[in-house]
C-alpha cells in the first residue's frame, strides 16, 4: 500500500538542482527513507531520468557497509558519473558515513550532480544542519501522518478514522499494521528501545529513570503550561527527588531536537512580545504519548489540543501560544488584571491566524467562554474555534469562524474559509 506524501515530494522537486545539499529530517520511522527511495525516485524515473543516473545507498545496510568508509564510497560513486547530464544522489542515514560532512560538499562541487540525504534525529538533528554544512545545507523537516494523509489509506469513514488517529497517531508502521495488539506492541517498543536509547546514546545521560519519569510528567499533561522550575517542584512532590532546573531544561531541549516533542512558546499579543516561561509541550505523534502512559488518561479534548497544533505545524505555519493582558471588575466593581489564553497564534509570511480548540460548545455561555478571549483582540486577522463536530463551518456574529474538526483537518483551504 503506497501512502501519497504529496506536500512534502512536492516541497521536496521545489528544492532540486538549487545547489544545495537537501537534507530531509525528522522523528524516526515518520517516512523519510519511503520519501526520497520511493516517492522521489518514482517521480525522477517519470520525468525522464535515467535509472544509471539516481545513485542510490542506504548506509544502514549490511551490504552496504564497505561504503560508510569514505576512502571507497568516493571514488565508488565518481566513478559511476560517466557524462555531463544531471546526477541524482540519495543517500539514506547519512550519519553512518564518516566524515560525511567533506564527503558531501565535494559531491556539490561538480557541476552535475545534485545530492539528497536523509539522517536519524538520533546523531542529525535540524541545528547539526545548519553547523555542520556551513550554508551549504537546505533542510526539509517531515512529520508523521496528517489526518488527512492517514484518512487516504484508511478503510473506513472519517468518525471510524478519528477514534483510531487519536490513540495510535500517524507513524506510517503502525498505520500499516493489522490489529491493536500489534500497533500497541509496536509504538511501546519504538519509544523506549529507539527514541529514548537514541538520546540517552547522543547525549550521555547518566540518570535514565529520572529522563524516562520527565517524559511521563510531560506525557501526563499535554498542552499545560510549566516549565523546568515546575517540573523541579513536580518531582520533588510527587517523585520525592530533587532534580536542578538545569538539568530538567536539558531534558526538554533534548526531547525537542529529537523531534519527539515541539515546543510552544508564549506570546503576549497586544505586547508584541515573547514571554520566556512557562511554555507548552506537544507530542509530535499523539500515538507515542499515549503508548507512553499505557493508552491511559486519554481525554479527548487535550487529545484533540495536541493533533490540532500538530496539523498547523504541518502547514509550515509558526505556532505559539497567545496572551491577551485584559482589565475587568470583580464582583464589587474592583478593576483586576486578567491573563487570557488563546490556544495558537499562528504565523506564515504576511498571515496570521487565532485558533481556538474547544471540543465541545452545548451552549451560548460556552460560546462567549470560549470566544471571550478571542473578541479581546484588536486587530482583523482570522479568529476561528475548533470544536469536536459542527453540521458545516459557520461565523459567529462577531466574525468568528466556527469549523468542526474533521472540516479543520480534512479540508486544505480550512484556515481561509
Not at 520519501?35 to 535515467?50: I, P, V
Request: with cysteine; aromatic share 12%.
Amino acid at each position: 500500500m503506497e501512502i501519497k506524501r504529496d506536500f512534502y515530494l512536492n516541497k521536496l522537486i521545489s528544492k532540486m538542482h538549487n545547489k544545495l545539499i537537501k537534507v530531509v529530517t525528522g522523528i524516526r520511522r515518520c517516512g523519510k527513507s519511503y520519501l526520497l527511495f520511493s516517492l522521489f525516485k518514482n517521480y525522477l524515473l517519470e520525468n525522464g531520468t535515467d535509472e544509471s543516473h539516481i545513485i542510490e545507498i542506504a548506509f544502514d545496510s549490511f551490504e552496504n557497509k564497505k561504503y560508510r568508509n569514505p576512502e571507497i564510497l568516493y571514488p565508488y560513486v565518481k566513478n559511476l558519473i560517466k557524462d555531463d547530464k544531471m546526477y541524482y544522489i540519495l543517500f539514506d542515514e547519512v550519519q553512518l558515513l564518516d566524515e560525511f560532512e567533506s564527503v558531501l560538499n565535494g559531491f556539490m562541487r561538480m557541476n552535475n550532480v545534485d545530492v539528497y540525504v536523509t539522517g536519524s534525529n538520533a546523531k542529525f538533528l535540524s541545528k547539526d544542519v545548519i553547523t555542520e554544512f556551513r550554508g551549504r545545507g537546505d533542510e526539509l523537516h517531515m512529520n508523521p501522518l496528517s489526518f488527512a494523509e492517514f484518512m487516504s489509506v484508511y478503510d473506513g469513514n472519517k468518525y471510524d478514522g478519528w477514534n483510531e488517529y487519536v490513540l495510535y497517531g500517524g507513524l506510517p508502521p503502525v498505520v500499516l499494521l493489522s490489529t491493536s495488539e500489534q500497533k500497541i506492541e509496536f509504538l511501546k517498543y519504538l519509544f523506549k528501545e529507539t527514541y529514548i536509547n537514541d538520546i540517552i546514546g547522543r547525549h550521555n545521560i547518566k540518570n535514565k529513570a529520572e529522563f524516562e519519569e520527565l517524559i511521563d510528567i510531560l506525557s501526563s499533561a499535554i498542552g499545560s503550561l510549566t516549565n523546568p522550575k515546575k517540573l523541579c517542584d513536580t518531582f520533588k512532590s510527587k517523585k520525592n527527588k530533587v532534580i536542578s532546573s538545569a538539568t530538567i531544561k536539558n531534558y526538554l531541549d533534548y526531547l525537542c531536537d529529537a523531534f519527539v516533542v515541539n515546543k510552544a512558546s508564549r506570546y503576549d499579543i497586544k505586547g508584541r512580545k515573547y514571554i520566556d516561561t512557562p511554555q507548552k509541550y506537544y507530542f509530535t505523534d499523539i500515538g507515542l504519548r499515549n503508548a507512553r502512559i499505557n493508552f491511559r488518561q486519554i481525554e479527548e479534548n487535550h487529545t484533540m489540543e495536541n493533533i490540532i497544533f500538530n496539523e498547523l505545524v504541518n502547514r509550515d505555519l509558526n505556532v505559539d501560544v497567545g496572551l491577551v493582558n485584559v482589565v475587568q471588575n470583580d464582583k464589587n466593581g474592583n478593576p483586576i488584571r486578567k491573563q487570557l489564553e488563546v490556544d495558537f497564534v499562528c504565523n506564515k509570511g504576511s498571515k496570521r491566524y487565532y485558533v481556538q480548540s474547544a471540543f465541545a460548545i452545548p451552549d451560548s455561555e460556552k460560546m462567549a467562554q470560549e470566544s471571550n478571549s478571542l473578541l479581546r483582540i484588536d486587530d482583523s486577522f482570522k479568529k476561528i474555534i475548533v470544536v469536536k463536530d459542527t453540521p458545516a463551518p459557520w461565523y459567529t456574529e462577531k466574525g468568528i469562524l466556527v469549523i468542526g474538526i474533521y472540516d479543520f483537518l480534512l479540508r486544505a483551504d480550512s484556515l481561509d474559509i
